[in-house]
C-alpha cells in the first residue's frame, strides 16, 4: 500500500526499457496497466489518465489494436468511476468504441470487461 509511488516508477523504468528493445503486446499492455492501475489506487487520477493516454499513443505508433483497446477499457473505467475525472457521457462513448473494438479483435475477455 505504501510503496505505490516506487511501483509506478519501476514501472516507468520497464517501459522505458520496451523503447530500446522490441517486445510483445501483451508486456506493454501489462506494464501500461499496472502503472496506471498503481497510479489510480495513489488517487494520482490524472497521472493514470495520462498514462493510459500514452498507451494509446503507442498503439497508434505501432498500429496495434490490442494495445488500443486496453488503453480505450481503462479510460472508461477512470470516467466510468467517482473520481475527481468521472465522466458519464464520456465513459459511454469509450466503453462503445472500446466493445465495438473487443468484437471486431475477438476478444471475449475485454468486451466482457467493458460490459
Given at each position: 500500500?505504501?510503496a505505490?509511488?516506487?511501483?509506478?516508477?519501476?514501472?516507468?523504468?520497464?517501459?522505458?526499457?520496451?523503447?530500446?528493445?522490441?517486445?510483445?503486446?501483451?508486456?506493454?499492455?501489462?506494464?501500461?496497466?499496472?502503472?496506471?492501475?498503481?497510479?489510480?489506487?495513489?488517487g494520482?487520477?490524472?497521472?493514470?489518465?495520462a498514462n493510459?493516454?500514452e498507451?494509446?499513443?503507442?498503439?497508434?505508433?505501432?498500429?496495434?489494436?490490442?494495445?488500443?483497446?486496453?488503453?480505450?477499457?481503462?479510460?472508461?473505467?477512470?470516467?466510468?468511476?467517482?473520481?475527481?475525472?468521472?465522466?458519464?457521457?464520456?465513459?459511454?462513448e469509450?466503453?462503445?468504441?472500446a466493445?465495438?473494438?473487443?468484437?471486431?479483435?475477438?476478444?471475449?475477455?475485454?468486451?466482457?470487461?467493458?460490459?
Amino acid at each position: 500500500m505504501h510503496a505505490a509511488a516506487e511501483a509506478a516508477d519501476y514501472y516507468s523504468q520497464a517501459i522505458a526499457c520496451t523503447q530500446q528493445a522490441p517486445v510483445e503486446n501483451g508486456w506493454l499492455v501489462h506494464l501500461y496497466g499496472r502503472r496506471g492501475r498503481t497510479l489510480e489506487l495513489s488517487g494520482r487520477f490524472d497521472d493514470a489518465l495520462a498514462n493510459y493516454l500514452e498507451m494509446m499513443e503507442v498503439a497508434a505508433a505501432l498500429g496495434e489494436p490490442a494495445i488500443w483497446l486496453a488503453s480505450l477499457a481503462a479510460q472508461c473505467i477512470v470516467r466510468a468511476t467517482q473520481t475527481p475525472l468521472y465522466d458519464p457521457p464520456l465513459a459511454k462513448e469509450l466503453g462503445e468504441q472500446a466493445l465495438a473494438l473487443a468484437r471486431e479483435l475477438s476478444d471475449r475477455a475485454t468486451e466482457s470487461k467493458v460490459l
